[in-house]
């Protein structure tokens, strides 16, 4: 398995404003992934993150209003741009660890409210 | 394409007695198919998985699960429930081939145990 930590734990922010998720984890993993859980339901994938190219992005969510990077094979980072009240979920940051390519392990999330 | 159905997105059951949590999948490759469990502002933890090794899988804390092919079922149980069982629990699949990177979630089900 993989230790993954994820900062903020939580977050209130104002509507307009950003904030930037980041997902550390303890081994280094080739596939990164950003979920989101809004509240009373399942996740939806945001993106997927590898190191050395662009973040593919699924449909209905786009680079501008989420931008992410992957500098190195252990870290991640999910911007949540221009925030309204609609975005407040949980943001969750899963890998897949290599050599084990059939489940993925999952962060404890961020737990975002925008007011 | 593939998705998975939960049925019942809230599911109570006496403590000591069997639980039983339907999910139902949908893919047009040989899937994997996996339960999470989430406790209350927590992320996600693997509690099983099938692989199209054994069809009848055990995971941790006691629950297993049943690859049922002609079903198209990935149903999870456990003999005798106990209240730490209480929690959101997640089927979700992902193909073998093409696109298998992509993990697809159900819709959660709500597992609650009383005395």
């Known amino acids: 398995s993989a230790v993954i930590s994820q900062k903020p734990s939580r977050d209130i922010c104002q509507r307009g404003t950003s904030l930037t998720i980041q997902c550390q984890v303890d081994s280094q993993v080739t596939m990164m992934f950003w979920y989101r859980q809004q509240p009373g339901q399942s996740l939806t994938l945001i993106a997927t993150?590898?190191?050395?190219?662009?973040?593919?992005?699924e449909s209905g969510f786009v680079i501008d209003k989420f931008p992410i990077s992957r500098p190195n094979l252990t870290f991640s980072t999910l911007t949540v741009s221009n925030m309204s009240p609609e975005d407040s979920s949980i943001y969750l940051c899963?890998?897949?660890?290599?050599?084990?390519?059939?489940?993925?392990?999952f962060g404890p999330g961020t737990r975002l409210t925008v007011t | 394409a593939q998705s998975v159905t939960q049925l019942g997105s809230h599911v109570s059951v006496s403590e000591g007695a069997l639980v039983l949590l339907r999910c139902n999948y949908s893919s047009s490759v040989p899937p994997y198919l996996f339960w999470y469990v989430q406790y209350p502002n927590q992320g996600l933890q693997l509690l099983l998985k099938?692989?199209?090794?054994?069809?009848l899988v055990k995971g941790i804390n006691g629950f297993e699960a049943e690859f049922k092919k002609s079903e198209t079922s990935f149903h999870l149980t456990k003999p005798s429930a106990h209240m730490s069982d209480a929690a959101e629990y997640f089927c979700a699949v992902r193909g073998a081939t093409g696109g298998g990177n992509k993990l697809t979630f159900g819709t959660g089900t709500q597992l609650k145990v009383e005395l």
């Open positions: 899963s890998v897949d660890l290599q050599g084990s390519p059939y489940e993925q392990y």
């Open positions: 993150a590898n190191q050395g190219s662009e973040a593919t992005y």
């Open positions: 099938y692989t199209s090794a054994a069809t």
